[in-house]
């Protein structure tokens, strides 16, 4: 069973940048196929990118295309987040998510339901 640990999240000002990580331990993260989601207070979770276990496929909200951008890292076995430009309403608690991608689906799963692993979380919060 991988354990994913969220980190990078913390107090940025709008139109800045952050980049979270989130690192696996217990089984190589190119097994998965990654998700980030977020939620904010009284929110419902929210799925913000995925990114298929090839990478052939990624996904993003509408709310943060062209402004954040998924990734893996093999030798850090890591998937990021690069957020850019960021606004209040990104504000929330960030989490990575994973599946195991070795169905080899051509499409990014995006409902939280569809991720068996997840991380703790990390907070984001960006003052205006």
């Known amino acids: 069973q991988v354990q994913l640990i969220e980190s990078g999240g913390g107090l940025v000002q709008a139109g800045g940048s952050l980049k979270l990580s989130c690192a696996a331990s217990g089984d190589t993260i190119t097994t998965y196929a990654m998700g980030w989601f977020r939620q904010a207070p009284g929110k419902e979770r929210e799925f913000v990118a995925g990114?298929?276990?090839?990478?052939?496929?990624?996904n993003y909200a509408d709310s943060v295309k062209g402004r954040f951008t998924i990734s893996r890292d093999n030798a850090k076995n890591t998937v990021d987040l690069q957020m850019n430009m960021l606004k209040p309403e990104d504000t929330g608690v960030y989490y990575c998510?994973?599946?195991?991608?070795?169905?080899?689906?051509?499409?990014?799963?995006?409902?939280?339901?569809?991720?068996?692993?997840w991380g703790r979380g990390t907070q984001v919060t960006v003052s205006a």
């Open positions: 990114r298929t276990r090839s990478g052939l496929n990624t």
């Open positions: 998510a994973a599946r195991d991608g070795r169905d080899n689906l051509s499409r990014v799963v995006t409902t939280t339901a569809g991720y068996p692993y």
